[in-house]
């Protein structure tokens, strides 16, 4: 089975979108995404500068608008993966390209989480820091010692914390061993209990969110498990912004159901090194741009050859 996986925030760079913006469609269809997230995402994906696309508000609809039109562009021939899953934000395209959520209702609910994180994040001072290294069990005592929450799960040896900036300050200053902390360019403490707020303004969206079951095989943050049920799989998506991402669970249940590669859409990278360090062996494919989508595409008809 080959699948495809959408990154989370924090894989964006300025200017990303320009070369996409060649592909038949793709500039009519971020004018619709626009108008759905309320962001203008083509100005945002190819001339705002990096500290504005970092902001939650911009980031989630961009990084969620240029997953589907590169996933649209993988698959316009009429060839789907097998299966689907998403890191963190990443969850809300996974739900689209798997026919849970319409384009539409899955950028407006994208631009709703954007905005309402970011009001959640303005309220206390908080953040993350990528955990590298270390024994785990050690790493998540440490962890615990500062009332910091493990909010990234992400295999290979990474987990990211996240609570108070106080906290994650005394996290660098006393690491455990054979760590290496390195802080993370996001406005506040997500997938933790200070985004409380936030899962309330979503469950309140999706409620009035005509869904349907997944089409496709959809593995769930929540604990690297599949879903199958379209409503259960939207409860768990909101419910995900205050509970940790599980990618490490994800990954080991992608090993159990047979996976043989794994393509990453657009603004790829993280996800494909992550797989590469803890499924050694399986093929991958990072989409950053369409010179990449042959190379995704031979991948992708080869499963059925």
């Not at 793709?26 to 995404?33: G, I, K, S």
């Not at 106080?166 to 996290?171: K, N, P």
Request: net charge negative; proline share 5%.
């Amino acid at each position: 089975m080959i699948i495809t996986v959408f990154p989370g925030q924090g894989s964006q760079t300025p200017g990303f979108l320009l070369p996409w913006l060649d592909v038949p469609g793709v500039r009519d269809a971020l004018l619709r995404y626009s108008d759905d997230a309320q962001v203008d995402l083509i100005a945002a994906g190819t001339v705002w500068d990096a500290d504005r696309i970092r902001d939650t508000r911009v980031a989630q609809p961009l990084i969620v608008a240029a997953s589907l039109v590169s996933f649209a562009a993988l698959t316009a021939a009429g060839d789907e993966p097998g299966g689907v899953a998403g890191h963190s934000v990443g969850e809300i395209a996974a739900l689209v390209a798997a026919g849970v959520l319409s384009e539409s209702d899955g950028m407006s609910l994208v631009g709703l989480r954007g905005r309402a994180m970011a009001v959640a994040a303005a309220a206390e001072q908080t953040g993350m820091s990528a955990v590298l290294g270390g024994d785990e069990e050690a790493v998540l005592g440490r962890l615990a010692q500062l009332d910091l929450t493990p909010a990234n799960y992400n295999g290979g040896g990474q987990i990211v914390a996240a609570g108070a900036l106080t906290a994650l300050e005394a996290l660098r200053a006393d690491a455990p061993q054979s760590t290496r902390i390195v802080p993370l360019q996001v406005a506040g403490a997500f997938h933790t209990r200070f985004m409380a707020s936030a899962v309330d303004a979503l469950r309140a969206a999706a409620d009035d969110i005509a869904v349907a079951d997944p089409r496709l095989t959809l593995w769930t943050n929540h604990d690297g498990s599949t879903v199958s049920e379209g409503r259960a799989a939207l409860d768990l998506v909101v419910a995900q912004v205050a509970t940790p991402v599980r990618w490490d669970r994800c990954m080991s249940s992608f090993a159990d159901h047979g996976v043989t590669g794994i393509i990453e859409l657009a603004p790829a990278g993280t996800l494909v090194g992550l797989a590469k360090r803890a499924l050694r062996g399986v093929p991958t494919v990072a989409v950053k741009t369409p010179d990449d989508l042959a190379a995704a595409a031979a991948l992708l008809t080869g499963a059925d050859a």
